[in-house]
């Protein structure tokens, strides 16, 4: 098996487990709390790799270079990933949300055309359809706890897309690993800093069992989940990489029931469906009539 594949692999199994784990402890450990240790732990990870590239590609970061990433640390991991743990939270199925967090790559069309100018191809429109589609189905319209973990899903989608166009667009010179490193370490010190002044207790609700969880999410998921998306992405490309999050969603289910003993329902597999098309639809280069 080559190298490329174990990468890819690697990435989509660690990133399915994120939802259902982050389930098991939700209830227990603050929500805030609980993102600003995976990612403290994550972006501790990263940046000795980060360090490494810079000194490899010997870059001079400027004031400017520091200020975007601190900006998109706190747009990353004070609102989005907040935002996502939180839908985890409030959901009655993981499954759910990983399938509308996948569906970010719509949002990223619509960014990318306000803010890098991209054209809208008919392709692309499909694909806005069919993700919105999916979403749709994914949420229940009454008054329980679904729709709300939907609506909360879908805007972490939302500021993540945001978050990879601005990216795109500030970082051309610090992008990949470098930036990633930054941005999570810098952006879990500034949601500690929030946590402080709110007086939310950081390590309340940590015991013997549900720590095991709260580590997992910082080493594995976040970690080893990021090294190795990266790694991926320099033995192959960013293309091939993105078949992570296809990956994801249809494994996503399959874990919940394991992790969580939750049977997927139908609708699951409908929207998975709409969904997986749709980001599909979105990330493919095809010369298509734009609109």
């Known amino acids: ?70 900006l998109l640390g706190v747009l990353c ?13 409030k959901a009655d199925s993981p499954a759910l949300i990983a399938i509308v967090f996948s569906s970010n790559s719509v949002f990223t069309i619509l960014f990318a055309s306000l803010i890098l100018k991209d054209k ?19 949420a229940d ?16 989608a939302l500021t993540f897309s945001l978050y990879t166009v601005l990216s795109k667009k500030y970082m ?17 010190i500034v949601l500690l800093i929030a946590l402080i002044v709110m007086r ?3 390590i309340g609700g940590i015991n013997a069992y549900n720590i095991w969880g709260l580590v997992y999410l910082g080493i594995g998921v976040t ?30 289910p399959v874990a919940t029931f394991f992790i969580n003993g939750i049977v997927p329902g139908g609708k699951v597999f409908i929207a998975l469906i709409l969904v997986l098309c749709g980001s599909y639809l979105a990330t493919i280069n095809r010369d298509t009539k734009a609109i």
């Open 1 to 70: 098996m080559k190298k490329e594949l174990i990468y890819i692999l690697l990435t989509a199994l660690v990133f399915t487990t994120l939802e259902p784990v982050g389930k098991l402890i939700a209830s227990e450990i603050n929500p805030l709390a609980i993102t600003f240790i995976r990612f403290f732990i994550g972006g501790a990870m990263l940046l000795p790799f980060s360090l490494l590239k810079i000194r490899k590609n010997n870059l001079k970061l400027e004031k400017w270079d520091y200020i975007s990433m601190i």
């Open 77 to 89: 991991i004070c609102i989005s990933m907040v935002l996502l743990q939180y839908a985890v939270l």
């Open 120 to 138: 809208i191809t008919s392709l692309k429109l499909l694909a806005i359809v069919l993700c919105s589609a999916g979403v749709v189905v994914c």
């Open 141 to 156: 319209f009454s008054l329980g706890s679904n729709l709300l973990s939907v609506v909360l899903a879908v805007l972490s």
């Open 172 to 188: 051309k010179k610090v992008s990949g690993i470098i930036q990633t490193g930054f941005s999570f370490f810098i952006g879990s």
């Open 200 to 202: 939310v207790e950081v």
């Open 223 to 252: 970690g080893v989940g990021y090294w190795s998306y990266f790694r991926a992405m320099e033995k192959t490309s960013a293309m091939a990489a993105s078949l992570v999050f296809f990956i994801k969603p249809i494994l996503t």
